[in-house]
């Protein structure tokens, strides 16, 4: 290590820099849990669904959506809605019809 003791020191000199990446790992841990669960969805339509409400569900909280809201107000009125605008319904355009 102390052939290597100014890089592992790197971070004292920049206030910006952390000691450690717990941070960005939290933010990954979701995905690789995912895509492990993937392995066992039963088949593969069953893993592209859960991709596909995992995908729903990060976008959402990516826009500081609850996904439970979003979710029970999409699909509450998915059948009242135009098919050829269904991306209104997704999360970035999304805007809750129940007010």
């Not at 920049?14 to 969805?41: C, E, M, S, T």
């Not at 990516?62 to 135009?82: A, E, G, K």
Request: hydrophobic share 35%.
């Amino acid at each position: 290590m102390l052939s290597k003791w100014k890089r592992l020191i790197r971070y004292t000199d920049d206030g910006r820099l952390k000691i450690d990446n717990n941070w960005i790992k939290n933010q990954i841990r979701p995905v690789a849990q995912g895509r492990k669960n993937y392995l066992f969805a039963g088949s593969h339509n069953g893993a592209r669904w859960a991709a596909t409400i995992s995908s729903l569900v990060g976008t959402a909280r990516l826009h500081q959506i609850d996904p439970f809201v979003y979710f029970r107000d999409v699909l509450t009125h998915i059948s009242d809605h135009p098919y050829k605008k269904l991306d209104e319904v997704l999360p970035p355009k999304w805007t809750p019809l129940d007010k």
